[in-house]
């Protein structure tokens, strides 16, 4: 089963994902989390960002490419015979980019192998928070309010499309958990 929690940066999300591997394992299940930038190819895209040396298009590639190398990983650890929780997915993908002027449905073209979600997750929170949750000590881009505020329509787009479920992410973690918890309950996937 895959789970992905996605959402504009300092939503909570991989505090998030730690606590819902805490509640999978409890029953048993065997979880694995997968984070974005973790491989080579992660790497790279972290030192070129830090440089500003990146146009939407590349990142619509390298970030592709970070996301199926991490796939082909899960899948030779036989990952996927659990639950694999994602801490960004192909959503994070399309919206980012479409806040940087590229078309959703290209990107989503260029991500065509990746395996889709069984549930995705959108942590809403305001861009204003957003900023003041971000610190020096995570990598994290410096986006504008604006911009920000681009990301997090996109993304509502998509819960009205029913892509994905939204989730007040204004409320303390652990009550989020347990909303999400309840839904994968309700829905049969816990």
Same mark, same amino acid.
């Given at each position: 089963?895959?789970?992905?929690? &996605?959402?504009? !940066?300092?939503?909570? @999300?991989?505090?998030l994902?730690?606590?819902?591997? @805490?509640?999978?394992?409890?029953?048993g299940?065997?979880?694995t989390?997968?984070?974005e930038? +973790?491989? !080579?190819?992660?790497k790279?895209?972290?030192? +070129? %960002?830090?440089?500003?040396?990146?146009?939407?298009?590349?990142?619509?590639?390298?970030f592709?490419?970070?996301?199926?190398?991490?796939? &082909?990983?899960?899948?030779?650890?036989?990952?996927?015979?659990?639950?694999?929780?994602?801490?960004?997915?192909?959503?994070?993908?399309?919206?980012?980019?479409?806040?940087?002027?590229?078309?959703?449905?290209?990107?989503?073209?260029?991500?065509?192998?990746?395996?889709?979600?069984?549930?995705?997750?959108?942590?809403?929170?305001?861009?204003?928070?957003?900023? &003041?949750?971000?610190?020096?000590? @995570?990598?994290? %881009?410096?986006?504008?309010?604006?911009?920000?505020?681009?990301?997090?329509?996109?993304?509502?787009?998509?819960?009205?499309?029913?892509?994905?479920?939204k989730?007040?992410?204004?409320?303390?973690?652990?009550d989020?958990?347990? &909303?999400?918890?309840? %839904?994968?309950?309700?829905?049969?996937?816990?």
């Open positions: 089963m895959i789970i992905a929690l &996605e959402g504009i !940066d300092n939503a909570g @999300k991989t505090t994902t730690e606590l819902l591997t @805490k509640e999978f394992s409890k029953s299940k065997q979880v989390i997968s984070k930038l +973790t491989t !080579d190819v992660g790279l895209i972290k030192n +070129t %960002i830090k440089n500003g040396a990146l146009t939407p298009v590349s990142k619509a590639f390298l592709a490419a970070d996301r199926q190398i991490r796939i &082909e990983q899960l899948e030779r650890k036989n990952c996927f015979d659990g639950v694999v929780i994602f801490d960004r997915y192909l959503h994070s993908a399309i919206v980012y980019r479409e806040a940087e002027g590229l078309d959703g449905d290209w990107v989503k073209e260029v991500n065509k192998n990746i395996p889709n979600s069984d549930i995705a997750f959108y942590i809403d929170i305001t861009p204003e928070e957003s900023i &003041e949750r971000n610190t020096d000590s @995570k990598f994290n %881009i410096h986006y504008s309010k604006e911009h920000l505020n681009k990301v997090r329509n996109a993304y509502l787009k998509y819960v009205e499309q029913g892509e994905l479920v989730i007040d992410g204004m409320k303390p973690l652990e989020i958990c347990r &909303e999400i918890i309840y %839904i994968l309950e309700k829905r049969g996937c816990l």
